[in-house]
């Protein structure tokens, strides 16, 4: 069994999630980041310090790379 992990900005989330998918109806394991987007998140965003947005960036991307480390073990 194939496994991917798909990586890329909110900019690109439509066609991330349609690649995504079409890779999960070829049976591939597919890993995406979280691309939270909408008002609604832009606005939680807004009311983080800076110290906390830092704190998630960093969070964001240890997941992302525990994932291709999955994907190689």
């Known amino acids: 069994m194939k496994t991917v992990a798909l990586c890329g ?3 690109f989330k439509p066609e991330m999630r349609g690649f995504g998918k079409k890779l999960k109806e ?4 597919v890993f995406e980041p979280y691309l939270h987007s909408g008002q609604a998140g832009q606005d939680e965003w ?9 704190f998630v960036a960093l969070g964001l991307t240890h997941d992302h790379f525990y994932k291709i480390q999955m994907i190689n073990d």
């Open 9 to 11: 900005s909110r900019r």
């Open 26 to 29: 070829l049976d591939v394991v």
């Open 46 to 54: 807004a009311k983080l310090s800076d110290g906390y947005k830092k």
